[in-house]
């Protein structure tokens, strides 16, 4: 049975995903909380799977809460961020914080139950309206790095898209590649390429003809080598060090 905590400032939009959720065979919400710090005391009580976490709320905010449980060791579960705000600067803020999954609250009923279930299978997850939205801006600007930031192999200071005005004229020079790259085999460098596509590891396993046991190997000694946080990172992590090429097609 996973276990999900649904973390929203409104009651409605609360009963609105224990609906949802409670209705799928194998999830069941053990708990609510109207902000961020009851977030957190919550999931300490609780010890949730999988937390679902609003990101404008009073008091302290899901960016907030969600870097709390993150950066706490007692803290198994997995973050997933919801709003309705679609913007690149809650994208990366929530990144950075440790979430482990992005979804708009416009998303399908089936959408979020995947999404969780995906959490608590140990994943991470961009969704696909996501996922396009950190290709664009790698393209926009270069790289998803602004001013010297961006995500390296701890998970620090990813920037957010308040910074594109400042980057549209002068975008920053691309940084050279590190040296924990060279320890990639090619097929480990074949699957992050691939990850920074979006593709799932169904998808991954059908591009490279290999089974899906052989993806997860390899994505796990992918994550291992950067020193990265999870598949999502991955993405970040390819487009900040030229792994990919952001100035492709669309």
Not at 13 to 37: C, K, N, Q
Not at 51 to 56: A, E, N, P, T, W
Not at 88 to 113: C, H, Q, T, V
Request: net charge negative; proline share 5%; glycine share 10%.
């Amino acid at each position: 049975m996973i276990r999900v905590l649904v973390v929203d400032d409104q009651s409605l939009v609360r009963a609105g995903f224990r609906t949802i959720l409670d209705s799928e065979p194998g999830i069941e919400v053990v708990g609510e909380a109207e902000d961020g710090e009851l977030a957190v005391a919550r999931t300490l009580e609780l010890a949730p799977d999988v937390v679902c976490m609003d990101v404008q709320m009073p008091n302290v905010d899901g960016l907030e809460a969600t870097r709390r449980l993150t950066a706490d060791p007692r803290v198994e579960a997995a973050v997933l961020v919801l709003t309705t705000f679609d913007r690149e600067d809650y994208l990366f803020a929530a990144l950075e914080a440790g979430a482990s999954g992005f979804l708009l609250k416009n998303s399908s009923p089936e959408r979020l139950i995947d999404a969780v279930q995906v959490l608590a299978g140990g994943e991470a997850l961009l969704a696909p309206d996501v996922t396009r939205r950190v290709i664009e801006a790698a393209r926009r600007h270069g790289v998803l790095t602004s001013g010297g930031g961006g995500a390296d192999a701890s998970g620090e200071s990813v920037p957010g898209a308040s910074d594109a005005g400042d980057e549209a004229s002068a975008p920053p020079a691309r940084p050279s590649a590190p040296p924990e790259l060279d320890t990639l085999t090619d097929r480990e460098r074949e699957v992050l390429v691939l990850l920074a596509e979006g593709l799932s590891n169904a998808e991954i396993a059908g591009r490279m003809w290999v089974g899906e046991a052989t993806v997860k190997s390899h994505v796990s000694k992918v994550l291992m080598k950067l020193g990265l946080r999870d598949r999502v990172h991955a993405v970040v992590y390819a487009y900040e060090h030229g792994v990919v090429s952001p100035a492709g097609g669309d």
